[in-house]
């Protein structure tokens, strides 16, 4: 499509009692693109996507959701989009296969092309089983699966999600980043927000960073985490460490006798790692990174930036 899916040019949000949540932020996401828009908490995630989906009024700036602006035509621009908010908003007493073909008919979806809409979406995303329960019934996870149906319903060409996976376990996130995957790759184009970085980092093609209502970084996920110069690892030792160990050209940092955290360049290789610590006889049993790359990228730029 030649419109981007998201156009956001100078958007301002000034609240009644004076806070400026949002200082004429601009955004432009290409139809078919993940991508994520990471901030810590109060940062305007979700102000900016309270205003695209009309839940909140802006102050100032224009939107247009593939090539048609918000202000002058809505009704056309939310038909492109599906929404999965942060909260657990549908109705707990209603069965989960009518919560989906009654979201459908507030977008003209019939109930003849709904339902077999609605099973495909069911068994993609695990629920199929529980189609006649009520929605009160379902687990945390199930619910939140629940909720990006819901959002899909009407086959939207613009998938928004706040939060996705907030309080679902692993084997839930898990199953929806593959079904999250499928969609992207078959042409929806999905914005992300969330806390889980490596989330982010995973699914992601492009990013934006947001803090204090201003976009401090805006740029292809491969390129902001070709930044990272240097990072921390945990290793695990068979033997026990001295608390005086060291190893020149390396940064250590003794946690306990068998536990310690090195930095490392990027450009180091962990064999060159593991092989300098042989040098010394330690044996390294197993290692892990101390936090994903983009975590410690997101750290670095917020706290630059005041926090």
């Known amino acids: 499509m030649n419109s981007p899916a998201l156009l956001i040019n100078n958007l301002t949000k000034v609240y009644s009692n004076g806070h400026k949540a949002l200082h004429g932020i601009n955004l432009e996401i290409p139809h078919g693109d993940f991508f994520a828009l990471l901030g810590p908490n109060g940062a305007g995630k979700s102000t900016t996507i ?6 909140i009024k802006k102050t100032e700036g224009d939107i247009q959701i593939y090539g048609i602006d918000i202000d002058k035509n809505f009704v056309e621009a939310k038909t492109y989009i599906g929404l999965v908010p942060q909260e657990i908003n549908f109705n707990t007493f209603e069965p989960i296969n009518e919560i989906l073909t009654n979201q459908a008919g507030y977008y003209g979806v019939t ?51 706040d939060e ?34 490596e989330e982010a980092e995973n699914l992601c093609k492009n990013i934006a960073i947001i803090d204090d209502g201003k976009i401090l970084r805006n740029s292809s996920m491969r390129n902001f985490l070709n930044e990272l110069k ?17 190893v020149e050209g390396l940064d250590i940092n003794i946690i306990d006798e068998n536990t310690c955290e090195v930095s490392i360049s990027v450009d180091s290789s962990i064999n060159f790692l593991i092989e300098e610590l042989s040098k010394k006889g330690v044996k390294v049993k197993s290692l892990k990174n101390k936090t994903s790359r983009l975590e410690e990228l997101f750290i670095r730029m917020v706290d630059k930036n005041g926090k």
Do not use: C
């Open 111 to 161: 109930r003849d092309e709904a339902i077999p809409e609605s099973e495909k979406l069911l068994k993609k995303l695990g629920l199929w089983d529980k189609r006649f329960h009520f929605s009160r019934k379902l687990s945390g996870g199930m619910q939140r699966r629940l909720m990006v149906a819901r959002a899909l319903i009407h086959k939207p060409k613009l998938l928004i999600l």
């Open 230 to 246: 240097s990072e921390n690892l945990i290793l695990y030792t068979e033997n026990p460490l001295k608390n005086d160990f060291s």
């Open 164 to 197: 996705p996976t907030a309080g679902a376990d692993v084997e839930v996130r898990r199953l929806m980043w593959d079904y999250l995957k499928f969609l992207n790759e078959n042409g929806t184009t999905i914005i992300l927000t969330t806390h889980y970085l």
């Open 50 to 55: 309270g205003i695209i989906t009309s839940l």
